[in-house]
Nanobody, 123 residues
Framework: VQLVESGGGSVQAGGSLRLSCAAS????????MAWFRQTPGKEREGVEA???????TYADFAQGRFTISEDSNKSFLYLEMNSLTPEDAAMYYC???????????????????WGPGTQVTVS
């Protein structure tokens, strides 16, 4: 399984970014996928997730600002981020658990594979 994030960068407060995650090496049916983020000294926190039934789960801070999406065969996962604030600055990670009975959601332990991350800076 390989996950590679892209799209991070520096943006001014109030701006937008679209993160992408290229996913390969697993059977796409039944996979749970998600975005997490982490800042130094803090726990990795869930941002948004898509379950194997295509239901979505959002962290409170993401409601109304961030949108998760994927292409039809789960080979790309996206995170559209709007109205960014300095508190959104973090390393953002794509995660997947390619299992038909995956639990998914915003719990990091529910995901087996992780990308290396893409940095988001907001000033």
């Amino acid at each position: 399984v390989q996950l590679v994030e892209s799209g991070g960068g520096s943006v001014q407060a109030g701006g937008s970014l679209r993160l992408s995650c290229a996913a390969s090496g697993f059977m796409y049916n039944g996979a749970c996928m998600a975005w997490f983020r982490q800042t130094p000294g803090k726990e990795r926190e869930g941002v948004e997730a898509i379950g194997n039934d295509d239901t979505t789960t959002y962290a409170d801070f993401a409601q109304g600002r961030f949108t998760i999406s994927e292409d039809s065969n789960k080979s790309f996962l996206y995170l559209e981020m709007n109205s960014l604030t300095p508190e959104d600055a973090a390393m953002y990670y794509c995660a997947v658990h390619p299992y038909i009975r995956c639990s998914g959601g915003l719990t990091a332990d529910n995901y087996k594979y992780w990308g290396p991350g893409t940095q988001v800076t907001v000033s």
